[in-house]
């Protein structure tokens, strides 16, 4: 697990879980230009929906199969953070639309960490 620097994530002052987040942020904003407007309007950071997600590497993010969090696993293990930002990206293109239309912050704020999946929300 060295090789992926997950020990990383948890060391004192949080610094490559933050590098992480200005790297996701970065890649919405060149990406997702659109998605990178809204959040910012809404006053919604990267890592108050996608801190889950990077300090698990999606294993506790319950929308996913079982089947799917392994396959997400194979990939970060064969090819490390580079394959989970791209699965990052993937996924929040296929739903920036949808999110994209939401105006009301009180439809996004109060769900932020499970504001892809508004429907299937992590216990």
């Avoid at 910012?40 to 890592?47: A, L, P, S, V």
């Avoid at 194979?74 to 999110?99: C, E, I, K």
């Amino acid at each position: 697990m060295a090789k992926r620097d997950l020990e990383k994530m948890f060391k004192p002052g949080l610094t490559f879980f933050l590098q992480s987040m200005h790297v996701m942020t970065a890649i919405i904003d060149n990406k997702i230009p659109s998605l990178h407007q809204m959040l910012n309007k809404q006053r919604i950071e990267t890592h108050m929906f996608a801190s889950s997600w990077t300090m698990t590497v999606f294993s506790t993010f319950k929308t996913f199969s079982w089947n799917t969090v392994c396959t997400i696993w194979d990939m970060f293990l064969a090819d490390g953070w580079l394959s989970f930002f791209q699965f990052v990206t993937g996924l929040l293109l296929n739903q920036h639309m949808r999110l994209v239309g939401h105006e009301e912050v009180s439809i996004l704020r109060p769900h932020c960490v499970s504001f892809v999946f508004p429907n299937k929300a992590p216990q």
